[in-house]
């Protein structure tokens, strides 16, 4: 499996119902970003938790990162049909002065109204 | 917020032509900026990071010769894909961030569409 790797790939709920997507990951990191995308159209960054941060809220979001398992999660409560979208975790990693950020291949979300 | 943009959204060109995107930081100085690639359903995959002023640096698997990379100035950065083939068609979304430290926010554009013929 690569590194960032989402589950599940897709999912689809009900407008009001919580999502919960996972994250998982193989090396080291400096820090975790979650992501969204519409459909075809650019990536909006949500939330950013560091290596040492273990919840992190902003919103109707919250992330958590279990270093020592190497996953995170994205919930997303009270959901709403513009919540509709891809979500992506993307891990940071500081390599010889240089960050690499490599992405998962996202959760696809629908929220049906 | 942040906005980066990128021109143009989209693209179609024969086969064997050279076609160049900008990305731009509208309202900020982006030390860094990303370019990254997304094939339909797939994630994106870092292509290569540049630095305002330095030679790009490229993620392994991409021909350096064939994706240019000019970062002139803290507020624009150019991807120009050389030669391109039908195989090179994808999204194409840059990425720019406006501190150096690792836990700056990347600031995506909306990306272009590269359908070559």
């Known amino acids: 499996s690569q590194q960032g790797e989402e589950d599940p790939q897709a999912l689809s709920i009900q407008e009001g119902e919580n999502a919960t997507m996972n994250c998982s990951y193989k090396?080291?990191?400096?820090?975790l970003q979650w992501y969204r995308q519409n459909s075809g159209r650019g990536l909006v960054h949500l939330i950013l938790i560091r290596s040492n941060e273990r919840e992190k809220h902003s919103g109707r979001l919250r992330v958590t990162l279990d270093t020592s398992k190497k996953s995170s999660s994205l919930l997303i409560t009270a959901s709403r049909a513009a919540d509709t979208a891809s979500y992506f975790c993307?891990?940071?990693?500081?390599?010889?002065?240089?960050?690499?950020?490599?992405f998962g291949i996202g959760t696809k979300l629908q929220v049906i109204p | 917020g942040a906005v980066v943009s990128q021109h143009p959204s989209w693209v179609i060109c024969k086969s064997g032509t050279s076609v160049k995107i900008e990305c731009r930081s509208l309202d900020f100085q982006a030390t860094t900026m990303f370019w990254y690639r997304q094939f339909p359903k797939q994630s994106l995959m870092l292509m290569a990071t540049?630095?305002?002023?330095?030679?790009?640096?490229?993620e392994q698997g991409v021909e350096k010769d064939k994706f240019l990379i000019n970062h002139a100035s803290l507020t624009l950065s150019t991807l120009t894909v050389t030669s391109a083939h039908p195989e090179d068609s994808s999204f194409y979304i840059c990425s720019a961030r406006a501190g150096l430290a690792l836990s700056d926010t990347q600031y995506f554009g909306p990306g272009t569409r590269l359908t070559v013929l």
């Open positions: 540049s630095n305002e002023g330095s030679k790009a640096t490229y």
């Open positions: 090396t080291s990191i400096n820090n």
């Open positions: 993307a891990t940071v990693l500081d390599s010889g002065g240089y960050q690499k950020v490599t």
